[in-house]
């Protein structure tokens, strides 16, 4: 029995997904093993699991936006030490990193942060002009592949993965509606239109590094 046999397939999530059509809004990725983990079905929100079949496997819980630098850098490290100390290809692992509660901003690219004003709703500073952030500062160039980087691009070009809090996204939309005097469920569907390469939807952070678990990641808090 593999893993992801264990994980419950339960009605109730299938409802829930309706309410969060977009799961796997993701741009392709470049490379095969990545677009392989960011395929999701919308009728089964714990399907992006099918797709981790490393055979290390390691999550990294963040909740905050100052925390997203350690966060990726963790996953960079996953991958470079399994590379360099086991010899071990990219395609053997799997490092996701899960962005909840206030860190659901960094999985939504550079357009977003500048049009809804994230970094003044997150709280979240740009430590190269001391304001409140007006870009996703871990995008990275898109063409960035360095193995030395932990930007998003870079560790999206090598198969991570990025989840981002459903509820988060959804109740922070709100928050960006009334600034921008529009509606919630348009500043929604603008987020879920932006996500950086290689983030998905989940329904929810708690969930999502549950179901991990469940599928036999490990688990690493950042906060």
Not at 128 to 140: E, L, Q
Not at 160 to 181: I, L, P
Not at 198 to 204: F, K, L, M, P, R
Request: aromatic content about 8%; proline content about 4%; glycine content about 12%.
């Amino acid at each position: 029995m593999t893993p992801s046999s264990n994980l419950p397939r339960r009605g109730f999530l299938t409802r829930l997904a309706a309410g969060a059509a977009a799961l796997g809004a993701a741009a392709l990725p470049r490379r095969a093993a990545a677009e392989r983990l960011v395929r999701v079905s919308t009728g089964d929100p714990d399907q992006w699991l099918d797709g981790l079949t490393g055979k290390h496997r390691q999550i990294y819980d963040v909740l905050s936006p100052d925390k997203a630098g350690d966060g990726l850098g963790f996953a960079r490290n996953f991958l470079n030490a399994n590379n360099d100390g086991y010899g071990l290809a990219d395609a053997d692992v799997n490092a996701v990193v899960s962005f909840r509660h206030l860190a659901f901003a960094m999985g939504l690219n550079d357009a977003m942060w500048a049009k809804y004003h994230l970094g003044q709703i997150t709280g979240f500073n740009d430590a190269g002009t001391g304001k409140p952030a007006v870009r996703n500062v871990n995008a990275g160039s898109p063409d960035d592949a360095r193995k030395s980087s932990a930007s998003l691009a870079a560790l999206h070009s090598r198969g991570a993965v990025f989840t981002v809090c459903g509820m988060a996204m959804a109740f922070f939309a709100g928050k960006a509606a009334e600034a921008a005097g529009t509606t919630a469920d348009a500043v929604h569907a603008d987020f879920r239109a932006n996500f950086v390469p290689g983030a998905i939807e989940v329904v929810a952070g708690v969930i999502a590094v549950n179901r991990a678990q469940e599928h036999g990641l490990s688990y690493v808090y950042v906060g």
